[in-house]
């Protein structure tokens, strides 16, 4: 038997590493990816505390979670997609037409 | 054997979620997220979620991570992208959570609370597709009709964005 | 077979609004590009319908009704904020009228996203459940992302889309690591649940600590409060003004909302705790807010940093809340926060209603000095930008005064006192801003060699946003209790 803070320990490291790729990547993608990685945190947990609390609700969100997940990264990428055509950079800092 | 599952599971996932981060080209990194999804439906299938392991493969490794894949061949990335300035806050951000994270794992005792007894949820059959489709379309139908607007929200949305030129705004 | 008749009635408003999002969707392609208006006024008609049937239900203000297995709630909290977010909606398509005409925006999804944007701004106030409040916050935000970034053909709107989407996307994020933790503590998702299981097992779970901290990160973005504004000036600055409006306004009242009603209904239990982390917030957004602005020489970025400010003014409500519940000041507090958001709106369009449609030769003039001279070509125009500025700095009698009053009001009472001269300190810093654009306004010549002048592009729309803006700013100042008695009589049952 896998004990509950198993699964939540993966979920927190998981959660970290994608918290860590927002802040030091600066590359658009990866920096979407690793928002993809901190969902999937949120998710492992969902589901591990809705298996051991016997209760469903865990599993509706995950479901949800994935589909909203899904329309962020279309509209994301989309977005990636226009800014690309004009300046030719995905990355994060180049984008400084507006400044502090 | 169920401790040896996890084991694989949780140390492949945390490898790759770390090369994701980590790798300079965005393909292999869009790589190791493949890998680090089909890992994570592994663990949901070890927690009896199989209808969700099912939808991880099939709407995250199979449609969220070609659109990424596409997209990053599409605009053909270089890899010289170098770490971002913010490394010492990230740092800092990275330990506190990580010190809180041991001290999750070490709260091995905890009492989990118990199941509220008033759930008009069905246990037995938990992760089961037959149950979960019972309460998506009962229980959870408002939520179930907000996210279907989202999804039409963020396909609308991204062909406004991405078509050549709509309206009179190039005009 | 269960029959959702009852249910669907309770979120008729939401209905209407989806359906007529949904019709102007199909109409858009087979409407002329010069009848793209019709558009505009089928949505404001919807909007009439919405303030009909939630305003009829003002006799009966605190009934409070759920539906869909009580996953949401139409209470009188629900009921105010619904009111507001339909006039600020209304009155913002009626500013994108001419505002997307002079920038030749003719995109008739415009006005089916805003819509789109208010029923997912109404699902939040609404929700009383953290999926079905999460849900809606990405509803609004999804369609957010998208209007920041329809001006194309400028690189400033896209940056501002580009960067609205990585921020919001990564404090959704957090908001939904914390709602994982919430239930894994609970052991449900209902703003109820939560409420019972803090009530019985205690706070020393540290579960429950780290998941309240990153709920307040996460709305702490949506907010744009202080340390998690960063994105606020650019995204403010680079997106249709039309659209800056109503990010300012309707998104940050429905962030509220539900802000308030996840931590009061649900974490009400640990309100000690975070009514501490919430002051702390409010006394660095107060400072770095008010300060920051003084610098800005782009009008847009100026009221960027001042409507972070009034995030910050807004929290004080809260943090009085947090303090004084459980006894009478609670409500108060609660009553304030509604009161200022509902006050701020005012303001807040008619400062960027009048920036849009300012132009210089087509463009709009965004810089503080554009503005030099105007009171001599437009006397009218920069009168009323003065009310506004006014307002925006709190002086009597206008409505800002009312707002910061009973904030103030609040903090004295739950024995905060310091809170509000502190606060009230920074007001007057913050009137050292406002006023810079008064006397530029008053006192400055245009600068002869600029060439073109910039003006006020006036258009019948334009007026009754503008009249509307002026009417709420002096009236609501000068006549304060109606609604002062509604935001008390609507504020959330406190436990």
Redesign the interface.
């Known amino acids: 038997?896998?004990?509950?803070?198993?699964?939540?320990?993966?979920s927190?490291?998981?959660?970290?590493?994608?918290?860590?790729?927002v802040?030091?990547?600066?590359?658009f993608?990866?920096v979407?990816?690793?928002v993809?990685?901190m969902l999937?945190a949120a998710?492992?947990n969902l589901?591990?505390f809705?298996?051991?609390?016997?209760?469903?609700?865990g599993?509706?969100v995950?479901?949800?979670v994935?589909?909203?997940?899904?329309?962020?990264?279309?509209?994301g990428?989309?977005?990636?997609?226009?800014v690309?055509r004009g300046k030719i950079s995905?990355?994060?800092?180049e984008m400084n037409v507006l400044k502090w | 054997m169920?401790?040896l599952f996890?084991f694989y599971f949780?140390a492949v996932?945390?490898v790759a979620?770390?090369l994701?981060?980590a790798l300079r080209n965005?393909i292999y990194?869009?790589l190791s997220?493949l890998i680090?999804?089909f890992h994570?439906a592994g663990?949901?299938v070890?927690?009896?979620?199989e209808?969700?392991a099912a939808?991880?493969v099939i709407?995250?490794a199979g449609?969220?991570l070609v659109?990424?894949l596409f997209?990053?061949m599409?605009?053909n990335?270089k890899q010289d992208?170098?770490?971002?300035r913010?490394?010492p806050?990230?740092g800092v951000?990275?330990l506190t959570?990580?010190v809180?994270?041991v001290?999750?794992?070490l709260?091995?005792g905890?009492a989990?609370?118990?199941?509220?007894a008033n759930?008009n949820?069905?246990?037995e059959g938990?992760?089961n597709t037959e149950?979960?489709g019972d309460?998506?379309y009962?229980?959870?139908?408002?939520?179930?009709e907000?996210?279907s607007?989202?999804?039409?929200?963020?396909?609308?949305?991204?062909?406004?964005?991405?078509k050549k030129d709509?309206?009179?705004?190039?005009? | 077979m269960?029959s959702?008749g009852a249910?669907l009635l309770v979120?008729l408003p939401e209905l209407i609004v989806?359906g007529a999002a949904?019709l102007l969707?199909v109409l858009e392609p087979l409407t002329p590009?010069s009848r793209k208006e019709l558009l505009a006024w089928l949505s404001l008609g919807a909007l009439a319908l919405c303030i009909g049937l939630t305003g009829g239900q003002i006799s009966v203000l605190n009934l409070r009704v759920s539906?869909?297995?009580d996953?949401?709630v139409v209470d009188g909290y629900a009921r105010f904020w619904k009111l507001l977010l339909y006039g600020v909606t209304g009155l913002t398509i009626l500013m994108s009228l001419p505002y997307l005409k002079a920038?030749?925006?003719?995109?008739g999804?415009y006005y089916?996203?805003i819509l789109?944007a208010l029923?997912?701004m109404m699902?939040m106030v609404s929700g009383a459940?953290l999926?079905?409040i999460y849900?809606?916050t990405?509803?609004m935000s999804?369609?957010l992302?998208?209007m920041a970034?329809?001006?194309?053909?400028s690189p400033r709107s896209l940056e501002a889309?580009a960067k609205y989407f990585v921020l919001g996307a990564f404090s959704s994020g957090l908001l939904l690591y914390g709602i994982s933790l919430l239930y894994g503590?609970?052991?449900?998702t209902k703003l109820g649940?939560v409420a019972a299981?803090i009530g019985s097992?205690g706070f020393d779970d540290?579960?429950l600590l780290?998941a309240t901290i990153l709920l307040a990160a996460g709305f702490g973005f949506k907010l744009a409060v202080v340390p998690f504004h960063m994105w606020t000036p650019d995204v403010y600055q680079g997106a249709p003004t039309s659209v800056t409006a109503f990010m300012a306004v309707a998104s940050k009242a429905a962030s509220f909302a539900a802000f308030l009603r996840v931590f009061v209904e649900g974490l009400g239990g640990l309100k000690a705790d975070w009514s501490n982390l919430f002051l702390l917030l409010c006394l660095v957004t107060l400072i770095l807010g008010n300060l920051v602005a003084i610098v800005q020489t782009n009008i847009k970025r100026m009221l960027a940093y001042s409507s972070i400010a009034h995030a910050g003014y807004a929290l004080i409500g809260l943090v009085a809340a947090g303090r004084g519940m459980g006894e009478s000041g609670g409500a108060s507090g609660l009553a304030s926060v509604m009161l200022y958001l509902a006050l701020y709106a005012f303001m807040t369009l008619g400062a960027f209603a009048v920036i849009g449609m300012f132009r210089k030769g087509g463009l709009e003039g965004e810089d503080i000095e554009d503005f030099a001279g105007l009171a001599k070509r437009q006397p009218l125009a920069a009168f009323l930008m003065l009310v506004f500025m006014v307002s925006l700095a709190g002086i009597p009698p206008t409505a800002g005064f009312i707002g910061k009053f009973y904030v103030f009001m609040a903090a004295v009472e739950a024995g905060l006192a310091w809170l509000a001269v502190v606060a009230l300190i920074f007001a007057a810093i913050s009137a050292y801003y406002y006023m810079r654009v008064v006397m530029v306004m008053y006192m400055r010549e245009p600068d002869p060699s600029a060439g073109e002048v910039p003006q006020l592009v006036a258009s019948p729309a334009l007026t009754v946003v503008l009249a509307c803006a002026v009417a709420g700013v002096i009236l609501f100042g000068l006549f304060p209790n109606p609604l002062v008695s509604l935001a008390l009589q609507s504020v959330l049952p406190l436990k």
């Open positions: 038997m896998v004990p509950l803070s198993a699964y939540v320990a993966v927190a490291v998981l959660f970290i590493t994608g918290l860590l790729g802040l030091i990547r600066r590359n993608i990866i979407l990816m690793a993809e990685i999937n998710n492992i589901v591990a809705s298996h051991y609390l016997e209760s469903m609700a599993q509706l995950a479901l949800f994935i589909a909203i997940a899904a329309g962020e990264a279309a509209v990428l989309a977005i990636i997609i226009v690309f995905t990355n994060v800092d | 169920e401790q996890f949780a996932i945390a979620s770390v994701v981060v965005p990194s869009a997220l680090m999804f994570v663990l949901y070890s927690l009896r979620a209808f969700l939808v991880q709407v995250y449609a969220i659109l990424y997209v990053v599409l605009l990335l992208d170098r770490y971002h913010q490394w806050v990230a951000v990275g959570l990580a809180e994270a001290m999750l794992t709260l091995k905890r989990i609370p118990p199941a509220p759930t949820e069905t246990v938990l992760g149950a979960l309460a998506l009962s229980t959870y139908l408002f939520p179930f907000v996210a607007l989202i999804l039409l929200v963020a396909m609308i949305g991204a062909i406004i964005l991405a709509i309206g009179g705004s190039e005009a | 269960t959702y249910d979120i989806v949904c969707l590009p539906a869909f297995s996953l949401v920038e030749r925006l003719q995109l999804e089916g996203f789109l029923s997912g699902v459940d999926l079905t849900l809606g990405e509803l999804l369609s992302y998208v970034g329809l001006k194309r053909s889309s503590v609970a052991g449900g649940a299981a097992r540290p579960l780290i």
